[in-house]
């Protein structure tokens, strides 16, 4: 099983990504959680990115994704399974994922999209930032960052759903009921792939990419 996780700020891509990983015993890749590390144990790549994540910026590309491609590696040896939590953002990480996954025969069975209104997302990350001391969960760079979601993330989804892949759940609901959902989507893909071959899912013309959103993302 691999799955892709596109979702707000605040929707729950966290807790329900480890579920997902747990279930079919494969990593949970967070981006955000690798970066936040990162910056509490003051590597290079941490002391680099710690400005973009305190006011609600997207990381460079570049850094993340080879970030990304490393935890991919690793995961190849392993089960070749992944949940990936916070990655593509981005347009162009979406195109430079997709060859990754294809250079290392792991492109994505799912893509999963957790929907969750603005009002509650705002709710949750306020009442987060009560009792959590992310740098990032000020009022201000909260609506950065969903801001962002709106205008850079949320419109790769059309590209999945393009692609046959995409899965999407109503995740304003008890968590437990949403995990329920997710993973009775998610085994129903995972038997449908078992009779899809790896090749027949990579001939996916990436033009239809470049003209949906531009090539500069
Ligand atoms: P959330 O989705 O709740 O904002 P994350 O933990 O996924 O939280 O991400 C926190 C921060 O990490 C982001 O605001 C951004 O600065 C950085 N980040 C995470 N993933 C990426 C990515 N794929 N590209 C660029 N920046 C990223």
């Known amino acids: 099983m691999r799955v892709l996780m596109i979702a707000a700020p605040g929707a729950g891509k966290g807790t329900q990504g480890e579920r997902i990983a747990e279930h079919f015993a494969v990593p949970h890749i967070a981006t955000g959680d690798l970066l936040r590390d990162h910056v509490a144990r003051q590597t290079e790549l941490g002391r680099e990115v710690k400005q973009y994540l305190d006011s609600g910026d997207l990381v460079p590309d570049d850094v993340v994704l080879d970030m990304v491609r490393e ?4 995961a190849k040896q392993d089960s070749g399974g992944y949940v990936l939590d916070g ?8 195109r430079r994922l997709y060859e990754t996954a294809v250079e290392l025969e792991m492109t994505a069975t799912a893509a999963l999209h957790l929907e969750v209104g603005e009002d509650e997302l705002l709710r949750r990350l306020l009442a987060r930032a009560d009792h959590e001391q992310r740098s990032d969960d000020s009022e201000d760079v909260i609506r950065r960052r969903l801001t962002l979601y709106r205008e850079v993330t949320e419109p790769i989804l059309d590209w999945y759903d393009e692609r046959g892949i995409l899965v999407s759940v109503a995740a304003d609901r008890p968590v437990d009921d949403v995990t329920r959902e997710v993973l009775g989507a998610l085994d129903v893909l995972a038997s449908a792939a078992d009779q899809i071959p790896e090749g027949g899912r990579r001939s996916v013309d990436l033009t239809g990419l470049h003209a949906a959103f531009g090539a500069a993302r």
Do not use: H
């Open 87 to 94: 990655l593509p953002r981005t347009m162009k990480q979406a």
């Open 71 to 74: 935890a991919m590696e690793a």
